[in-house]
């Protein structure tokens, strides 16, 4: 079975968030700020059963990644 798109929560240049899905060109959403567009991809993630990896503004490195798939052998989250 193919792997599934992660979500992706990318800084704009305008000051705004962007979700997107692995691959995609055109943005899942947008939204004001980081919060309310990781909340979007989260949900978004859980429902389809992938990654949220979250850019961080300063240099679009990634700051964060969380699962919500079912995957048999989780990494120990040090972040939470």
Do not use: C, F
């Not at 978004?44 to 990654?51: D, L, Y």
């Amino acid at each position: 079975m193919p792997k599934k798109p992660n979500i992706w929560v990318i800084p704009l240049n305008n000051g705004n968030w962007e979700t997107k899905k692995e691959k995609s060109e055109r943005a899942s959403g947008v939204y004001e700020t980081r919060k309310e567009a990781v909340v979007a991809a989260i949900t978004q993630a859980k429902r389809e059963q992938v990654e949220v990896i979250v850019q961080k503004k300063s240099d679009h490195t990634i700051g964060s990644k969380d699962s919500y798939g079912n995957d048999p052998n989780p990494p120990k989250d040090k972040e939470h």
